[in-house]
Nanobody
């Protein structure tokens, strides 16, 4: 049974920090790229950060570059999102996503989603 379980969300004041964790089970974690998405009320889900399966490359949305850091520990089947200098506009439900591309013709992909963890930034 595939599971992605996020934790670490909560309420924090502007300028504060949180560290989100995403523990994976039921699939070969080390062969999947990992993404963190977020969705604020009334808005579409947006990609925040991406990390390759080996952790060697990362990408960030411009809105979080320099403040957020994505990482992973394949030995622990866990991905992380360190969030610093949080702003009220970072308030959202954060979701982790595991993604792999199947080398079929045409190409297909497999992805899994966690249930989300709420982050609220407010004074």
């Amino acid at each position: 049974q595939v599971q992605l379980v996020e934790s670490g969300g909560g309420s924090v004041q502007p300028g504060g920090s949180l560290r989100l964790s995403c523990v994976a089970s039921g699939f070969t974690f080390g062969t999947y790229a990992m993404n963190w998405f977020r969705q604020a009320p009334g808005k579409e889900r947006e990609l925040v950060a991406f990390i390759t399966s080996d952790g060697g490359n990362t990408k960030y949305d411009d809105s979080v570059t320099g403040r957020f850091t994505i990482s992973r520990d394949n030995a622990k089947n866990t991905a992380y999102l360190q969030m610093n200098s949080l702003k009220p506009e970072d308030t959202a439900t954060y979701y982790c996503n595991a993604l792999t591309i199947l080398l079929t013709d045409p190409l297909e992909y497999v992805d899994y989603w966690g249930q989300g963890t709420q982050v609220t930034v407010s004074s």
